[in-house]
Nanobody, 127 residues
């Protein structure tokens, strides 16, 4: 059973940066497609970014393209979401998720692709 743990959330001013981590113990995350999702109060959950098993391919929601970067840190069995130039509209609970199926590109931003989910970490962007 894969257990995902997110960390790195917090309060940051607009224009600032945060680095979210998604970790697992005992199971290599290389076996899984990893996605980052977020849910703001009163809104549906949306896909933010996803990365293939190899780490060579990734996709981003249009709203974060050019500001967010997803990457794999194999030494620490972690997937990192680096968020720069944060905006108030980025405020949400951020979740990482995983599945063992094939990587299919932009459909990986759909949450119904994923089986394993973390508990989430709060990101608040405010002056």
């Amino acid at each position: 059973q894969l257990q995902l743990v997110e960390s790195g959330g917090g309060l940051v001013q607009p224009g600032g940066s945060l680095r979210l981590s998604c970790t697992a113990s005992g199971v290599p995350l290389d076996y899984f497609v990893i996605g980052w999702f977020r849910q703001a109060p009163g809104k549906e959950r949306e896909g933010v970014s996803t990365i293939s098993h190899s780490g060579l391919t990734d996709y981003y929601a249009e709203s974060v393209t050019g500001r967010f970067t997803i990457s794999r840190d194999r030494a620490n069995n972690t997937v990192v979401l680096t968020m720069n130039n944060l905006k108030p509209e980025d405020t949400a609970v951020y979740y990482c998720a995983a599945h063992r199926g094939p990587f299919t590109g932009t459909p990986e931003l759909r949450d119904d692709r994923y089986y394993y989910w973390g508990q989430g970490t709060q990101v608040t962007v405010s002056p």
